[in-house]
C-alpha cells in the first residue's frame, strides 16, 4: 500500500470514527404524511464525500420468497457489486444553529437507496483500545432539496457500514450490511440487500469532493 493511499484511507477512517452531533434539527417541522416530518434548512454543504466499490461476501440461503425476491431484482442470477457513496454534511437551520450528520447512498447502477445516519459507536478490541467503528444509517431519513424527511412508514430499514484498523491505526477491513422489518410496501431490491454480506474493497476508494449533490 503506498503512502498516498495509506493517507487516504487514514483520512476515510478518521472522519467516520468523528463523534457527530445528534442534537435535534431544530428546524419548523411540517408534516407530509401520517409520521412523516420535513425540517427546512437554511444551507446544506458537503464536508466530505468518498465513493468505493463493496463486493458480496456471502449471501443467506433463500427461502422460496427469497428466491422470487432474487429472480425480481436479478434475474435468478447472484448479486453482483454495489457502488457506495459515504460522506458528512453540514446542515444549518433557519435559526442559524448548525450540525453535522453522516449520509450515504448504495447503488448497483440500476436500484438505489439513500440514507442519514442514525447512531454509532466505537468497536473494542483488547482493553479499552477503539479498533473500529459502526455507523447505523436509516432510510427513513434522508435529504430531499433543501430538507431533511423524517418518513418511517415503509418500514425500518437501515445500513450498517462497519470500519476495522488495527492498533496503529491501519485499515484491516470495511463492510456493509442491511436490515429490514420488513414493513411498509414491497422492495425487492432492499430485501435482496438484506440477504447478502458486503465486503468494501479498499483499493476502489476515491474522493468526490464537496460538490455532491446527497438530495437525490
Given amino acids: 500500500m503506498n503512502r498516498k493511499f495509506s493517507k487516504t484511507i487514514a483520512l476515510f477512517l478518521l472522519i467516520g470514527s468523528m463523534s457527530l452531533s445528534t442534537q435535534a434539527l431544530g428546524a419548523e417541522k411540517t408534516a407530509l404524511k401520517p409520521g412523516a416530518l420535513k425540517y427546512e434548512m437554511q444551507d446544506i454543504k458537503v464536508q466530505y464525500a468518498a465513493e468505493f466499490t463493496a463486493y458480496p461476501k456471502s449471501t443467506a440461503k433463500k427461502s422460496e420468497a427469497g428466491a422470487s425476491v432474487n429472480t425480481a431484482v436479478y434475474g435468478g442470477t447472484n448479486p453482483g457489486p454495489i457502488k457506495v457513496l459515504y460522506g458528512v454534511v453540514k446542515l444549518t437551520n433557519p435559526g442559524g444553529s448548525s450540525f453535522t450528520e453522516e449520509f450515504i447512498r448504495v447503488s448497483d447502477g440500476t436500484h438505489s437507496v439513500r440514507a442519514l445516519s442514525n447512531g454509532g459507536g466505537p468497536i473494542y478490541g483488547n482493553g479499552s483500545q477503539v479498533r473500529g467503528r459502526k455507523t447505523e444509517f436509516v432510510t427513513g431519513k434522508k435529504i430531499e432539496g433543501s430538507a431533511v424527511i423524517k418518513d418511517y412508514s415503509e418500514g425500518w430499514k437501515t445500513i450498517q457500514l462497519t470500519r476495522n484498523w488495527d492498533e496503529y491505526g491501519n485499515p484491516m477491513s470495511m463492510s456493509i450490511g442491511f436490515q429490514w ?36
Avoid at 425487492?188 to 447478502?196: A, K, S
Wanted: no cysteine; net charge neutral.
Fill in 181 to 216: 422489518n420488513l414493513k411498509g410496501t414491497a422492495d425487492p431490491y432492499f430485501q435482496q440487500l438484506t440477504e447478502t454480506k458486503y465486503e468494501i474493497d479498499l483499493t476502489t476508494l476515491k474522493f468526490t469532493g464537496t460538490n455532491q449533490a446527497v438530495g437525490k
